[in-house]
């Protein structure tokens, strides 16, 4: 039996390739929607990928189902409770599919959503009674358990979901074996839960003795304790939760669609017509220079995760790229479903040389900059877009407070008619804040360089006793 484990970093996502080489038969679970990757390996050790599970319709990314029953002819595997617009084997609770000296054998285990499974693996050379390991989905996590809000809308609450993942964690996964090892759809970063460890695979042992959630407790306090400060949905999840149920089209059509080379005329029309310019740039490149009301969302960054979070995910996308970069841009989009890429401007942002007219800039400064103004009390309004946790473990004193996944919305909230200085915790987030706030007339604003990490360490210099004058200033900055 092989197991192999493809860990995607910038969307915190686990997908499983399971091969038999007794029979050359693989199965896929949960993969990306860039199937690349388990093709070639099935066909360098001559395995043929027979079938495709989905755990659950995940609403953080769009898997990659489609892509591999058109490549490979794998059969999709669902639980028995899903219901899609494409043919599907739906598995039972308790179902077995085996080939070879492997064998799947199907938990139905819902609460994260209604259709969700886990999926026991036997390496029947090992043992025919003991599992090896156990797939859980996003019903189990390292260090966590699947948010039972995603999916209220189906017809069951929050809480009536929270109580069946209780009953799937207490009579489905918690009864097998210490040794069992948990291998989940997520790690840390994922908005699926709140506390998902680093660690992308565990055993149900370690995870029975420090797990939060698998602690002893009534059904009643778990409820209560899964319902409760989970992070803010991004605005995609909903959306791709229901195309992870439809037939659409695949990865391959949309980049080459989203490939159209559009000349700066057609761009300005398609911003006319309301479409979203997505400058996925650098952000000391945007800041330098950029199409006036573009978005910036650097691709070096959580370009699909942000993109998700601020753009709408019907209203057409113009990118605007460093030339070579746009497959790139266009891939990752198309992995959680932003399918409506219209095309990239031509030779990027050169493409703007000769029209200075529609070129602006956003000034940047410097933490020892701002510290200076604070001293001299000239000190700028202070936007700071972190999360709520990050805030808690520090922050500028008398600085307003708009998480950048709210800013949109709570745009009222921000000052006019002076200067404003955005921040994050190193720059990504403040740059994507910036944009959006020249875009909706709030001009005078300035990106904080490195963010609170610079911040930080530039009110440690201050503090020294050689810079009174400003020790004194920055102890009132600093909580």
């Known amino acids: 039996m092989i197991l192999k484990q493809y860990y995607l970093s910038c969307l915190a996502h686990a997908s499983y390739l399971i091969a038999d080489e007794q029979t050359k038969t693989a199965v896929v679970v949960d993969p990306q929607r860039d199937i690349d990757q388990y093709v070639q390996e099935a066909e360098s050790h001559g395995w043929i990928i027979r079938y495709v599970f989905l755990t659950h319709f995940h609403a953080d990314f769009l898997a990659g189902h489609l892509e591999l029953r058109n490549r490979t002819g794998a059969e999709i595997c669902l639980g028995a409770q899903a219901q899609a617009e494409y043919p599907f084997r739906p598995l039972k609770d308790g179902e077995v599919v085996e080939f070879g000296r492997v064998r799947l054998k199907i938990l139905e285990t819902p609460g994260h959503t209604p259709e969700a499974i886990s999926i026991l693996l036997f390496d029947l050379d090992q043992s025919e009674t003991a599992p090896h390991a156990v797939l859980t989905g996003d019903t189990l996590f390292i260090g966590d358990v699947g948010r039972p809000d995603l999916f209220a809308s189906v017809g069951m609450s929050a809480k009536e979901l929270a109580g069946a993942l209780y009953e799937s964690l207490h009579s489905k996964l918690l009864p097998l074996p210490d040794d069992t090892l948990v291998y989940p759809a997520h790690g840390a970063g994922s908005m699926c839960g709140k506390h998902l460890s680093p660690e992308t695979f565990s055993t149900l042992g370690t995870q029975r003795r420090d797990n939060y959630a698998l602690q002893p407790m009534r059904k009643e306090d778990f409820v209560e304790l899964v319902t409760s400060n989970q992070p803010e949905v991004p605005l995609y999840f909903g959306f791709d939760a229901m195309l992870n149920r439809q037939e659409h089209p695949t990865l391959d059509a949309i980049i080459q669609r989203g490939l159209l080379p559009l000349s700066l005329n057609e761009v300005l029309v398609f911003q006319r017509n309301c479409a979203q310019v997505l400058d996925v740039r650098d952000p000391a490149d945007f800041a330098r220079e950029h199409l006036a009301g573009s978005i910036n969302i650097g691709l070096n960054g959580n370009l699909a995760t942000w993109t998700g979070t601020i753009l709408a995910p019907e209203i057409s996308i113009v990118l605007i790229a460093d030339p070579g970069r746009e497959w790139e841009a266009v891939m990752q989009l198309g992995r959680i479903g932003y399918d409506h890429v219209a095309g990239c401007l031509?030779?990027?942002?050169?493409?703007?040389?000769?029209?200075?007219?529609?070129?602006?800039?956003?000034?940047?400064?410097?933490?020892?900059?701002?510290?200076?103004?604070?001293?001299?009390?000239?000190?700028?309004?202070?936007?700071?877009?972190?999360?709520?946790?990050?805030?808690?473990?520090?922050?500028?004193?008398?600085?307003?407070?708009?998480?950048?996944?709210?800013?949109?919305?709570?745009?009222?909230?921000?000052?006019?008619?002076?200067?404003?200085?955005?921040?994050?915790?190193?720059?990504?987030?403040?740059?994507?804040?910036?944009?959006?706030?020249?875009?909706?007339?709030?001009?005078?604003?300035?990106?904080?360089?490195?963010?609170?990490?610079?911040?930080?360490?530039?009110?440690?210099?201050?503090?020294?006793?050689?810079?009174?004058?400003?020790?004194?200033?920055?102890?009132?900055?600093?909580r």
């Open 346 to 478: 031509m030779r990027g942002i050169r493409a703007l040389e000769a029209r200075p007219d529609l070129l602006r800039r956003t000034e940047r400064i410097t933490a020892a900059e701002l510290a200076e103004h604070i001293a001299n009390d000239q000190a700028p309004q202070v936007l700071d877009v972190r999360t709520e946790p990050e805030r808690e473990e520090g922050r500028i004193d008398h600085s307003l407070h708009i998480p950048l996944n709210q800013l949109q919305t709570r745009m009222g909230e921000v000052p006019r008619g002076g200067a404003l200085v955005v921040h994050c915790a190193s720059g990504y987030r403040s740059s994507i804040a910036a944009s959006l706030l020249k875009r909706a007339g709030v001009n005078e604003v300035m990106d904080l360089l490195g963010g609170y990490e610079a911040w930080q360490e530039t009110w440690q210099k201050y503090e020294k006793p050689t810079v009174e004058t400003c020790s004194s200033s920055s102890k009132l900055l600093m």
